[in-house]
């Protein structure tokens, strides 16, 4: 091999070295636990369509009511509050989940500055009747029927990372304000 054949190769060894690196830390951070490119490809429909409610305020805009105080457990974190769009219960599609799920407590990761009290969007959720019928599945997960009864229900945590998975129904980072 002569030594211009042999730069090339090396150049485009470490191109491709390069690119790779740059592709593993571009990755979301829950990539590594659901590696399906279709997944995020429908996931990334989800955030399109819900990124737009980021805070509380914008909620009622898109047809959400809030519905309860900040749910938790006390061994498996919390939810947060729920805004819930009626006309979106029964839906399977990635667009149109049934509630949107907020959260206190929050520093701007660029600013270093306190949300001032104001909620964030942290998760979305889906939720369909149980009317005997198997558990739907979305995003390749199946719904959990023990959260609420009488529905089948999926949480997204694409706002907010989840050390409990993408798809858990709660996070061990959300804290609910002790009454």
Same mark, same amino acid.
């Given at each position: 091999?002569?030594?211009? =054949?042999?730069? $090339?190769?090396?150049?485009? &060894? #470490? %191109?491709?070295?390069? *690119?790779?690196?740059?592709?593993?830390? /571009?990755? !979301?951070?829950?990539?590594?636990?659901?590696?399906?490119?279709?997944?995020?490809?429908?996931?990334?429909?989800?955030?399109?369509?819900? =990124?737009?409610? $980021?805070?509380?305020?914008? &909620? #009622? %805009?898109?047809?959400? *009511?809030?519905?309860?105080?900040?749910? /938790?457990? !006390?061994?498996?974190?919390?939810?947060?509050?729920?805004?819930?769009?009626?006309?979106?219960?029964?839906?399977?599609?990635?667009?149109?989940?049934?509630?949107?799920?907020?959260?206190?407590?929050?520093?701007?990761?660029?600013?270093?500055?306190?949300?001032?009290? /104001?909620?964030?969007?942290?998760?979305?959720?889906?939720?369909?009747?149980?009317?005997?019928?198997?558990?739907?599945?979305?995003?390749?997960?199946?719904?959990?029927?023990?959260?609420?009864?009488?529905?089948?229900?999926?949480?997204?945590?694409?706002?907010?990372?989840?050390? /409990?998975?993408?798809?858990?129904?709660?996070?061990?980072?959300?804290?609910?304000?002790?009454?």
């Amino acid at each position: 091999m002569s030594p211009r =054949s042999l730069q $090339g190769a090396v150049k485009a &060894a #470490a %191109a491709t070295a390069t *690119a790779a690196a740059f592709a593993l830390t /571009a990755a !979301p951070a829950h990539a590594a636990s659901y590696p399906d490119p279709s997944v995020w490809t429908q996931l990334s429909k989800t955030t399109q369509a819900t =990124s737009k409610y $980021g805070y509380e305020g914008f &909620a #009622a %805009a898109g047809g959400y *009511a809030r519905t309860d105080t900040c749910v /938790a457990d !006390p061994t498996s974190g919390g939810m947060g509050y729920h805004y819930v769009n009626p006309a979106n219960i029964g839906s399977v599609d990635p667009q149109k989940p049934a509630a949107l799920v907020y959260a206190d407590g929050f520093t701007n990761e660029y600013t270093g500055t306190s949300s001032g009290g /104001a909620r964030k969007l942290v998760a979305v959720e889906w939720v369909v009747k149980d009317s005997g019928q198997a558990a739907p599945t979305l995003f390749g997960q199946t719904f959990q029927k023990d959260q609420l009864p009488g529905y089948f229900t999926l949480h997204a945590w694409l706002y907010k990372p989840n050390s /409990a998975g993408l798809f858990a129904a709660w996070n061990p980072e959300v804290v609910c304000p002790t009454v």
